[in-house]
């Protein structure tokens, strides 16, 4: 008889709670820009960016996003060596184009939010997932759609090799760049 009552009470609490689920939505990247210094430029912190830019779907317009995630594919050619790099991420503060330039941004190199960013290490080797927590930039973006300028990806490293070898180029990245956000189930619907 007990059996009973807890079969019909977790029946009861998995109909009431099948409301409150989480779902995952995986977003690709609608632009890409991959910006390089200047040549005259010998500042090491002056490496390759990337800019990318996903369009949150309308269905989770104004919903909460539990936790935002940009992940990134980075694969380096056979027989080029492993190495580790550290990527920060910032929000864009303007907008830009797929032919951006260095000098093309209010600030050169980009025109950031240092306030909206994440920073992860990453091993680059044959198969490596970059992935960086960008919950607030998605909630940001998916509150005020009008913010929504991308995020750029600066490697912080002074050896660019394995950067330059992973052959980031645009249409590169947005094969293997995705945002996914994590939404309540109904806005999802």
Known sequence: MNWKLFVIGLIVSVISGASSYAKT???GASQVAVIVPQ???????????????????????????????????IALPAGADDSLAIFEAFALSSS????????????PGGDLDSSLYSTNTVWCGRDSLLSLDV?????????HPEENFGVILIPRRTDWRAIREARFMPEQIRSRAALRIVVPGRAAE
């Open 39 to 73: 040549p005259a430029d010998d500042d090491p912190s002056h490496g390759p960016r990337v800019c990318i830019k996903f369009d949150l779907p309308q269905g989770v317009a104004g919903v909460e996003i539990g936790f935002g995630d940009l992940a990134l594919s």
């Open 25 to 27: 939505i995986e977003v």
């Open 96 to 107: 830009w184009n797929a032919g951006v330039g260095w000098i093309d941004f209010p600030v």
């Open 135 to 143: 919950t607030e930039m998605a909630q940001r973006w998916n509150l």
